[in-house]
């Protein structure tokens, strides 16, 4: 059974720090193009960051400019599982983060073409 688990939300300050992540079954996630989502109350759902599919794409990833500096996207291939660190954690980055998995041979940030999709971890930035 194909599946994304994400875990690793949860409320913290402004200014702090989470990491959260990606568990997947049924498929491995080093063959497919790897994304984390994002959807606030009331907003669309936004392209948080991306990563290529296959070995050195860590060399390449994308990030909202809204996000760039403060987020890190990675994978570890022997488990599985992506990740996103987040960093300076602002009370805009309040939504629930989707993680995503895409069959596209683009590098494409369109919820569209992604096949697979996690049941969301909700973070809170507040004080």
């Known amino acids: 059974q194909v599946q994304l688990v994400e875990s690793g939300g949860g409320l913290v300050q402004p200014g702090g720090s989470l990491r959260l992540s990606c568990a997947a079954s049924?498929?491995?996630?080093?063959?497919?193009?790897n994304a984390w989502f994002r959807q606030a109350p009331g907003k669309e759902n936004e392209a948080v960051s991306f990563?290529?599919?296959?070995?050195?794409?860590?060399?390449?990833?994308y990030y909202a400019d809204s996000v760039k500096g403060r987020f890190t996207i990675s994978r570890d291939n022997a488990k599985n599982t992506i990740y996103l660190q987040m960093t300076s954690l602002k009370p805009d980055d309040t939504a629930v983060y989707y993680c995503?998995?895409?069959?596209?041979?683009?590098?494409?940030?369109?919820?569209?073409?992604?096949?697979?999709w996690g049941q969301g971890t909700q973070v809170t930035v507040s004080s």
């Open positions: 995503a998995a895409t069959a596209s041979m683009d590098d494409t940030i369109s919820e569209w073409e992604y096949q697979y």
């Open positions: 049924g498929f491995t996630l080093g063959f497919y193009g």
């Open positions: 990563m290529r599919r296959g070995e050195g794409s860590a060399d390449y990833a």
